[in-house]
């Protein structure tokens, strides 16, 4: 039992054995910072979310949430955990695709990895134009951490990433650049900087900015370093290991402000607004590319590789 948010540990021999469940429940809440909004997303009672996060706490011997009356929060230990669990449920849901994938044959399905928003923008309209052309072939989408992805290309697990930027992991795969998305900054809608119809790097000095971990923070986190170059002219950054929707309700409880890329938009929040992002040249932007293996013969990636050069053709080389 929880006692003074510690943990009251059972005999060896009476620990309770931990599930796909215990995972899955305690990654939900930690990405929702709620058990409520997290029980909602998995159509299970809050009651049953609740009661299953305390047992893998008391299976595992850690407090893996401090609650209070606004939600949940991970703790030290608590993230530590929650990173292994989402490891897992990754390599699992990877195990998923392969077995998939080999009892279905590569030929009639495609398998998309990418970082980004798919409520709008280009990745979405590539999607749509592809399952109109090519009603046959299965198409599978996976979003995870970059590192996740490009291990689980180079496994051949998935066909194709869709990434912003580049990676040191990724330099042995085929590259084709696509597009290039523009950088927003996202405030509350009574924020002063909410009144600028045009924010400048220079005028979030003053500000808290929060980004997700996971991409693309970081390359909006080394593009903002690349801007302001001082130190002393740099807002305060700080980094949360939580999805990008987490960000946006941080942001309407006027914890900080954001920066987003425009495909983001499409997924709003009530309170916020969005906001261009300049430098004394224009407006700053993200590039995208395609990633796969050279030694991939799927019919599908060949399909779909010809499609984007369709759509975005480019005078860009390819890799």
């Known amino acids: 039992m929880l006692v003074s948010g510690s943990l009251k540990l059972p005999a060896p021999n009476r620990l309770l054995s931990v599930d796909l469940r215990h995972l899955r429940f305690a990654v939900a809440a930690a990405d929702y910072g709620s058990f409520r909004k997290a029980a909602e997303s998995l159509a299970v009672r809050q009651s049953t979310l609740s009661r299953t996060v305390c047992q893998f706490e008391l299976s595992i011997g850690v407090t893996l949430f401090e609650r209070s009356s606004g939600g949940v929060r991970s703790t030290p230990a608590g993230r530590q955990i929650l990173r292994m669990a989402r490891t897992i449920l990754e390599e699992l849901d990877a195990l998923l695709a392969t077995a998939k994938s080999t009892r279905n044959g590569e030929s009639g399905r495609l ?6 928003s798919l409520t709008t923008g280009n990745l979405r309209a590539s999607l749509l134009d592809f399952r109109q052309r090519f009603p046959q072939i299965e198409l599978a989408t996976v979003e995870r951490r970059r590192t996740r ?5 180079r496994n051949s697990v998935l066909d194709v990433l869709i990434l912003t930027g580049g990676s040191t992991s990724l330099q042995d795969s085929k590259t084709k650049f696509l597009w290039s998305e523009r950088v927003l900054v996202v405030l509350p809608e009574d924020h002063p900087l909410s009144a ?3 924010v400048y790097w220079t005028d979030l000095r003053d500000e808290t900015i929060i980004l997700s971990e996971y991409d693309p923070g970081r390359e909006i986190e080394d593009l903002l370093v690349s801007k302001l170059m001082s130190p002393d002219d740099r807002p305060r950054i700080e980094r949360h290991d939580i999805s990008r929707g987490v960000v946006k309700s941080l942001v309407t409880m006027k914890v900080g402000i954001s920066l987003v890329l425009e495909s983001d ?3 709003n929040f009530s309170g916020l607004v969005y906001r261009e992002l300049r430098d004394g040249t224009g407006p700053s932007r993200l590039d995208y590319s395609a990633y796969w293996q050279s030694d991939n013969e799927n019919p599908a990636l060949n399909a779909f590789l010809k499609m984007l050069s369709e759509r975005y053709p480019s005078p860009r080389l390819e890799g």
């Open 111 to 116: 398998a998309i990895g990418f970082c980004t």
């Open 149 to 153: 992805l490009a291990t689980a290309l």
């Open 196 to 198: 600028q119809q045009v």
């Open 265 to 267: 938009i499409g997924a």
